[in-house]
Nanobody
Framework: EVQLVESGGGSVQAGGSLRLSCAASGFAFDDYAIGWFRQAPGKEREGVSIIKTSDGSTFYADSVAGRFTISRVNSNHTVYLRMSSLKPEDTAVYYC???????????WGQGTQVTVSS
């Protein structure tokens, strides 16, 4: 069974930090790029960050560049999203997703809530 399980969400004050985890199982993790997305109430889903598997290249949305860091540990099939200097506008449900072919996500997690208070 394919699973992507996010964890690490919670409530934090503005300026604080959180680290999200995305634990994968049931597919060839090493062959997939992993992306983080978020969706705030009443807003469309937004891509936050991606990490490739081939060379470990990373990409960030302008809104989080310099504050968020994505990383992966293939040996334990986990991708992390370190979020620092959090802002109230970062409040959303955060999802991870696995992509085999660039541009098309194959598997999605259930999401973890992040709430940033001012």
């Amino acid at each position: 069974e394919v699973q992507l399980v996010e964890s690490g969400g919670g409530s934090v004050q503005a300026g604080g930090s959180l680290r999200l985890s995305c634990a994968a199982s049931g597919f060839a993790f090493d062959d997939y790029a992993i992306g983080w997305f978020r969706q705030a109430p009443g807003k469309e889903r937004e891509g936050v960050s991606i990490i490739k598997t081939s060379d470990g290249s990373t990409f960030y949305a302008d809104s989080v560049a310099g504050r968020f860091t994505i990383s992966r540990v293939n040996s334990n099939h986990t991708v992390y999203l370190r979020m620092s200097s959090l802002k109230p506008e970062d409040t959303a449900v955060y999802y991870c997703a696995a992509m085999y072919r660039w541009g098309s996500y194959d598997y999605w997690g259930q999401g973890t809530q992040v709430t940033v208070s001012s």
